[in-house]
């Protein structure tokens, strides 16, 4: 087999096809001897943009969120053009499902039988025809030069595929290829709102079984998500930053900002460490650790997962107004790295170390913070919104691993609280393992007393659909955050 020639690569990560299906000219080249065949038009590049950063995430792992960007940038796509490969790229990850259905019955072939260029443009033009106003000759002829882009013996084979599709609106083909609501309501949900089913059943036992509820939530999931804007305390003004960005204050967090547009890294106040960018809900469960009432002392907090430091840094200038001090703690260098970044001149020390080392390292004695977070690596289904290609990396089988790490990590910060000290233990995700049953489980089995205290008082008064307590979930639909888990414990 002849060695594959290296492929255009984005600060390392491979986004266009191997050598054979990846782009080279919008045309074939002019033939020898004066036979000139047609050049057809350059591909738009707002396509081409939105197709390598799919590519990139189907074939080599990569994380939207991280690889647009660079795309967008190396290919000089600003305003509109960037707004619309943004569209493109996100939409098509977030109904990929859906998208993958209809294209195996319009092909009248497993989508996973068609070569992954073709099948990557193809899920582009579908998403098109389907979830925009873009015209339909328009859809299908601009994925049909890009396919002859990528794979030019599957130009016609595109074609008919997407003529296909464009036979009949989403509703149409969710109507028929979705399997009965009555006697199929998980199946129905999945495939009419592009989420896996073992999600889908997730949400619903979350939400007390409520299949009208879990609809507005796989809605919610798959609508472009706000930005949202932390103004840290001491450092700037909530309603001075909004003013600044054209945004407003956010609903329920008294530091949150509702940015409107734009890239959030070009704000001066971001870019001076005065605001970060971080998810409102991730802003309500840190301040409300920060703000549970606390007997005796008060100057030591420990941030126990700290990495990418959004919580650490918002922790970090309420402590400065307090006089307290935060220990971040994060076992990943380069993260460790990133939280220094975010704490930078702030009362806030970090430690590159496993934070299930509580008691068997002097930087971390055990019975010595007043305050602990412990914002626990899970599955992350609570920010779908946000990642869509999550859904569909996650597996059942992700849970064992990750419960066992929660259970260990929450294990530790209760040996590292001081008796009638707080800890806060928080999940952005609504899986019941990953919440109830670890912290219930991960208590019982600490061999200290701990009594949960009610965390409803602890948000903003007025908000709605906080549950029967002492504990918290937030949503999406509910609330406009991202699906935040709260318990709040004090060791006796």
Same mark, same amino acid.
């Given at each position: 087999?002849?060695?594959?020639?290296?492929?255009?690569?984005?600060?390392?990560?491979?986004?266009?096809?191997?050598?054979?299906?990846?782009?080279?000219?919008?045309?074939?080249?002019?033939?020898?001897?004066?036979?000139?065949?047609?050049?057809?038009?350059?591909?738009?590049?707002?396509?081409?943009?939105?197709?390598?950063?799919?590519?990139?995430?189907?074939?080599?792992?990569?994380?939207?969120?991280?690889?647009?960007?660079?795309?967008?940038?190396?290919?000089?796509?600003?305003?509109?053009?960037?707004?619309?490969?943004?569209?493109?790229?996100?939409?098509?990850?977030?109904?990929?499902?859906?998208?993958?259905?209809?294209?195996?019955?319009?092909?009248?072939?497993?989508?996973?039988?068609?070569?992954?260029?073709?099948?990557?443009?193809?899920?582009?033009?579908?998403?098109?025809?389907?979830?925009?106003?873009?015209?339909?000759?328009?859809?299908?002829?601009?994925?049909?030069?890009?396919?002859?882009?990528?794979?030019?013996?599957?130009?016609?084979?595109?074609?008919?595929?997407?003529?296909?599709?464009?036979?009949?609106?989403?509703?149409?083909?969710?109507?028929?290829?979705?399997?009965?609501?009555?006697?199929?309501?998980?199946?129905?949900?999945?495939?009419?709102?592009?989420?896996?089913?073992?999600?889908?059943?997730?949400?619903?036992?979350?939400?007390?079984?409520?299949?009208?509820?879990?609809?507005?939530?796989?809605?919610?999931?798959?609508?472009?998500?706000?930005?949202?804007?932390?103004?840290?305390?001491?450092?700037?003004?909530?309603?001075?930053?909004?003013?600044?960005?054209?945004?407003?204050?956010?609903?329920?967090?008294?530091?949150?900002?509702?940015?409107?547009?734009?890239?959030?890294?070009?704000?001066?106040?971001?870019?001076?460490?005065?605001?970060?960018?971080?998810?409102?809900?991730?802003?309500?469960?840190?301040?409300?650790?920060?703000?549970?009432?606390?007997?005796?002392?008060?100057?030591?907090?420990?941030?126990?997962?700290?990495?990418?430091?959004?919580?650490?840094?918002?922790?970090?200038?309420?402590?400065?107004?307090?006089? !307290? #001090?935060?220990?971040? =703690?994060? &076992?990943?260098?380069?993260? %460790? @790295?990133?939280?220094?970044? /975010?704490?930078?001149?702030?009362?806030?020390?970090?430690?590159?170390?496993?934070?299930?080392?509580?008691?068997?390292?002097?930087?971390?004695?055990?019975?010595?913070?007043?305050?602990?977070?412990?914002?626990?690596?899970?599955?992350?289904?609570?920010?779908?919104?946000?990642?869509?290609?999550?859904?569909?990396?996650?597996?059942?089988?992700?849970?064992?691993?990750?419960?066992?790490?929660?259970?260990?990590?929450?294990?530790?910060?209760?040996?590292?609280?001081?008796?009638?000290?707080?800890?806060?233990?928080?999940?952005?995700?609504?899986?019941?393992?990953?919440?109830?049953?670890?912290?219930?489980?991960? !208590? #019982?089995?600490?061999? =200290?007393? &701990?009594?949960?205290?009610? %965390? @409803?008082?602890?948000?903003? /008064?007025?908000?709605?659909?906080?549950?029967?307590?002492?504990?918290?979930?937030?949503?999406?639909?509910?609330?406009?955050?991202?699906?935040?888990?709260?318990?709040?414990?004090?060791?006796?």
């Amino acid at each position: 087999m002849g060695a594959r020639r290296p492929g255009r690569h984005w600060r390392g990560l491979r986004v266009t096809a191997p050598e054979g299906t990846r782009p080279t000219r919008s045309g074939p080249p002019e033939g020898r001897g004066g036979d000139r065949r047609p050049v057809r038009p350059p591909l738009d590049r707002p396509r081409r943009a939105a197709y390598e950063a799919v590519a990139a995430v189907h074939r080599d792992d990569a994380f939207a969120n991280l690889v647009l960007p660079i795309i967008l940038r190396e290919e000089g796509l600003f305003g509109r053009d960037a707004a619309f490969a943004t569209e493109l790229t996100y939409g098509t990850l977030r109904h990929l499902g859906t998208l993958d259905a209809i294209l195996t019955d319009a092909a009248g072939r497993d989508v996973a039988r068609i070569d992954p260029p073709v099948r990557d443009a193809l899920r582009l033009g579908a998403y098109q025809l389907l979830h925009t106003r873009v015209p339909a000759h328009a859809a299908v002829s601009s994925t049909v030069d890009l396919v002859r882009s990528v794979a030019p013996g599957a130009t016609g084979f595109a074609n008919a595929v997407l003529r296909e599709v464009s036979t009949r609106d989403a509703d149409a083909w969710v109507a028929k290829l979705a399997p009965p609501m009555e006697t199929d309501p998980v199946g129905h949900l999945a495939l009419a709102y592009s989420h896996p089913q073992w999600i889908v059943r997730a949400f619903s036992e979350a939400l007390d079984g409520d299949l009208g509820e879990t609809a507005r939530l796989l809605i919610e999931d798959n609508e472009r998500p706000p930005v949202h804007l932390c103004a840290r305390p001491g450092l700037i003004d909530p309603v001075e930053l909004a003013d600044q960005v054209g945004g407003a204050p956010g609903a329920f967090s008294p530091y949150a900002v509702y940015l409107p547009g734009g890239a959030p890294g070009d704000i001066p106040a971001v870019v001076d460490g005065r605001a970060h960018v971080q998810d409102e809900g991730s802003q309500l469960v840190a301040v409300a650790l920060a703000d549970a009432p606390l007997d005796g002392p008060d100057g030591r907090w420990l941030d126990l997962c700290a990495g990418p430091g959004g919580k650490a840094g918002l922790l970090g200038a309420l402590a400065a107004q307090r006089g !307290a #001090r935060v220990t971040a =703690v994060e &076992v990943a260098e380069h993260r %460790a @790295r990133l939280v220094s970044l /975010a704490t930078r001149d702030l009362p806030v020390a970090v430690l590159t170390m496993d934070g299930r080392e509580v008691g068997g390292d002097p930087k971390l004695p055990e019975q010595h913070f007043d305050r602990v977070l412990v914002d626990a690596p899970c599955t992350g289904l609570g920010s779908l919104r946000r990642r869509p290609e999550s859904r569909w990396r996650r597996q059942p089988s992700d849970l064992p691993p990750l419960t066992r790490l929660q259970r260990e990590l929450l294990g530790a910060a209760l040996r590292a609280v001081r008796p009638g000290g707080l800890v806060a233990y928080v999940t952005c995700s609504p899986h019941t393992v990953e919440t109830h049953v670890t912290v219930t489980e991960a !208590a #019982r089995r600490s061999g =200290v007393a &701990v009594d949960f205290v009610d %965390a @409803r008082p602890l948000l903003p /008064a007025g908000m709605p659909g906080l549950g029967d307590g002492p504990t918290v979930q937030l949503w999406p639909h509910r609330h406009g955050t991202d699906a935040m888990f709260l318990a709040v414990l004090r060791r006796g």
